[in-house]
């Protein structure tokens, strides 16, 4: 199993930007799959997650209302649609999966750079 994530950069405060998570080598229409973030000298947090058969998603309290999460299983790519990104969103945001829906996430991607200027 292989997830690639893209689509970071450089962003001015309350700008939107869109990573993609690419996933192949297995068919994965029964997983979860979550988006993580970590900041320079920071644990590893949690971002939100999406079940891939029922679309159902689930957000932490400090991206709520500003964050989407999708997923085209055509593509098997999820989306991480990030609104009004703040300075304090800058991290490297990672994908993983989660096979059993177990909260356990299994494979992880390598990451993607996300900086918010203010």
């Known amino acids: 199993v292989q997830l690639v994530e893209s689509g970071g950069g450089l962003v001015q405060a309350g700008d939107s930007l869109r990573l993609s998570c690419a996933a192949s080598g297995r068919t994965f229409s029964s997983y979860a799959m979550g988006w993580f973030r970590q900041a320079p000298g920071k644990e590893r947090e949690f971002v939100g997650r999406?079940?891939?058969?029922?679309?159902?998603?689930y957000y932490a309290d400090s991206v709520k209302g500003r964050f989407t999460i999708s997923g085209d299983n055509a593509k098997n790519t999820v989306y991480l649609q990030m609104n009004s990104l703040k300075p304090e969103d800058t991290a490297v945001y990672y994908c993983a999966a989660d096979p059993n829906l177990s909260g356990i996430y299994i494979y992880w991607g390598q990451g993607t750079q996300v900086t918010v200027s203010s």
């Open positions: 999406i079940t891939w058969s029922g679309g159902t998603t």
